[in-house]
T-cell receptor, first 115, second 110 residues
Framework: GAVVSQHPSWVICKSGTSVKIECRSL??????MFWYRQFPKQSLMLMAT?????????EQGVEKDKFLINHASLTLSTLTVTSAHPEDSSFYIC???????????FGPGTRLTVT | RKEVEQDPGPFNVPEGATVAFNCTYS??????FFWYRQDCRKEPKLLMS???SGNEDGRFTAQLNRASQYISLLIRDSKLSDSATYLC???????????FGTGTRLQVFP
């Protein structure tokens, strides 16, 4: 149980285009999902906390107009990278809140390359 | 100063060796601690929680020293399959956010 999927697993896009990444909890409902970004040889950095039915909470330094988050249902959160630039190339990972305190289930990640 | 710091390694050890990683955290209000394992180009996976009294899970032992604000992970009898990056994760008292260290890379060779 407690499986989180992400789609796509990897994507290559041209600079200036937008890319949508989906995060789904497959066998449970997640009121809270988290979006992380990981650059090579760096730690996972929390970008935003996504709450079902309300606006996402962004971490300091993360542009909310560039990284659009929608959590329209208890099983789906989406992250849209708008007007992508090469520096947005990274590994994007989502996670969903588990039943136990501080428990999070991670998706397999999406590798974005912007050319 | 980073909130969670780890030696990036890599630690190159032969099979069967014992290896230890340390992690320091700067926020004294941190109250929950974990070790995650991340394989190359994969998501992190929870290895074990770290309790104040220390805890063991098979070949893995985790210790917490609140006074010195560091966490350790000991791996005994290393296996080739232990090769991965080990992430130290901390949660502060008043948030539910996971704060990740940069990870320590372990490479076990035959």
């Amino acid at each position: 149980g407690a499986v989180v999927s992400q789609h796509p697993s990897w994507v290559i896009c041209k600079s200036g285009t937008s890319v949508k990444i989906e995060c789904r909890s497959l066998d449970f409902q997640a009121t809270t999902m988290f979006w992380y970004r990981q650059f090579p040889k760096q730690s996972l950095m929390l970008m935003a906390t996504s709450n079902e039915g309300s606006k996402a909470t962004y971490e300091q330094g993360v542009e909310k107009d560039k990284f659009l988050i929608n959590h329209a249902s208890l099983t789906l959160s989406t992250l849209t990278v708008t007007s992508a630039h090469p520096e947005d190339s990274s590994f994007y990972i989502c996670s969903a809140d588990g039943l136990a305190a501080y428990e999070q289930y991670f998706g397999p990640g999406t590798r974005l390359t912007v050319t | 100063r980073k909130e969670v710091e780890q030696d990036p390694g890599p630690f190159n050890v032969p099979e069967g060796a014992t290896v230890a990683f340390n992690c320091t955290y700067s926020n004294s209000a941190s109250q929950s601690f974990f070790w995650y394992r991340q394989d190359c180009r994969k998501e992190p996976k929870l290895l074990m929680s770290v309790y104040s009294s220390g805890n063991e899970d098979g070949r893995f032992t985790a210790q917490l020293n609140r006074a010195s604000q560091y966490i350790s992970l000991l791996i005994r009898d290393s296996k080739l399959s232990d090769s991965a990056t080990y992430l130290c994760v901390v949660i502060s008292y008043n948030t539910d956010k996971l704060i990740f260290g940069t990870g320590t890379r372990l490479q076990v060779f035959p």
